[in-house]
């Protein structure tokens, strides 16, 4: 069974300073991975997809890579603003012993970003 | 494009009642997911639809759970006799089949039992 695991849980920083959040997963049998950003009480908002094949993707200040073999995957956010306060989750996309690949999630890293 | 919807946004009842969830998928998206999340956890998968097969249900989905999607458009989520451990955020995904197979959620229902 994938078990996904964010660290830290909760982080808060002031605007300006670069920021690593750091996804483990025990399954490596991914087909991708996903990191996404919830707003409180919000849907998920898809920030990045990392293929299996893959080893980092960029968008704008974000920055994920993938170390399949490993399970681990990171999400770097550079000179972070306090409109990035949000909860991140990390998901890979796996059968995970079922028929099917669905998405796993992590329980996510909580960031607030002060002014 | 306009996004995955989701109906209603959100649902107060009295255990025991029937409640039914509406998601409309992304058109042309061929894939829909139905997960449950509740506070201060990520999401859990529910089920799976590929066009109008369902085509996986986790054990989570109890007997008192029945999800559809006929035609392929639209998908409802009904729960039967409602407990209070229902209560959580119903979110709705889809997706085309591609390579890349990115999910889009829609912003989910939310369901307080009373």
């Known amino acids: 069974k994938q078990e996904v695991t964010q660290i830290p849980a909760a982080l808060s920083v002031p605007e300006g300073e670069n920021l690593v959040l750091n996804c483990s997963f025990t399954?490596?049998?991914?087909?991708?991975l996903q990191w996404f950003r919830q707003d409180p009480g919000k849907g998920l908002t898809s920030l990045l997809l990392i293929q299996s094949s893959q080893r980092e993707q960029t968008s704008g200040r974000l920055n994920a890579s993938l170390d399949k073999s490993s399970g681990r995957s990171t999400l770097y956010i550079a000179a972070s603003q306090p409109g990035d306060s949000a909860t991140y989750l990390c998901a890979p996309l796996g059968r995970d012993g079922g028929a099917t690949n669905k998405l796993i999630f992590g329980t996510g890293t909580l960031l607030a970003v002060q002014p | 494009d306009t996004g995955v919807s989701q109906d209603p946004r959100h649902k107060i009842t009295k255990r025991g009642q029937n409640v039914t969830f509406r998601c409309d998928p992304i058109s042309e998206h061929n894939r829909l997911y139905w997960y449950r999340q509740t506070l201060g956890q990520g999401p859990e998968f529910l089920t799976y639809?590929?066009?109008?097969?369902?085509?996986?249900k986790s054990r989570l989905l109890s007997d008192r759970f029945s999800a559809e999607r006929p035609k392929g458009s639209f998908s409802t989520l009904e729960i039967q006799r409602t407990e209070q451990g229902d209560s959580a955020m119903y979110l709705c995904?889809?997706?085309?089949?591609?390579?890349?197979?990115?999910?889009?959620f829609g912003p989910g229902t939310r369901l307080t039992v009373l």
């Open positions: 995904a889809s997706s085309i089949r591609t390579s890349v197979d990115t999910q889009y």
């Open positions: 399954d490596s049998a991914i087909y991708n």
């Open positions: 639809f590929q066009n109008e097969a369902q085509l996986e």
